[in-house]
């Protein structure tokens, strides 16, 4: 599930000229965006949630930040042998970028995903065997795995 599209870009930045012949090209654009979902995706992962992101609030949360550092990247690819990029914005949406990460990455920020699911992993001795218990969403939903299910 892709958060952020080229034309999400494009309307977000209409000062971007994308063609094909363009630098970055719209494919190299749309590769960045890869990139960089792929990248978000991995921190979701680490920090517990179950990825890709397909709420509502939070893809309208994951879209602004993704549309922000493909900007920023693409800014700087656009002007870099022209000048400092940070003088055309680029620096501003990657700082946009990377306080919604750091955001995220802190326990004690109240910024969040507030729809998307968390997957809580503990592993538990039962008996004589291992058990996973993952909760998915509340904690009704819980679900049980021995280890020889797992191995």
Known sequence: MAYATLEDVRSSAPQLRLSDSSRPSRAEVEQII???EAELNGVLKSIGF???VTTPVSISILKSMVVN?????TLEQQYVGVGDPRGFGSD????????RIKALLDPNDP?????AL????????VGETSSIVASIGDEDDDFRMTRDMIF
């Open 34 to 36: 890869q990139r960089v």
């Open 50 to 52: 179950i990825t890709p």
């Open 69 to 73: 550092e493909v900007i920023a990247q």
């Open 92 to 99: 501003i949406m990657h700082r946009r970028y990377q306080d």
């Open 111 to 115: 910024f969040t995903l507030p729809d």
């Open 118 to 125: 968390e997957l809580d992993v503990q592993v538990k001795l």
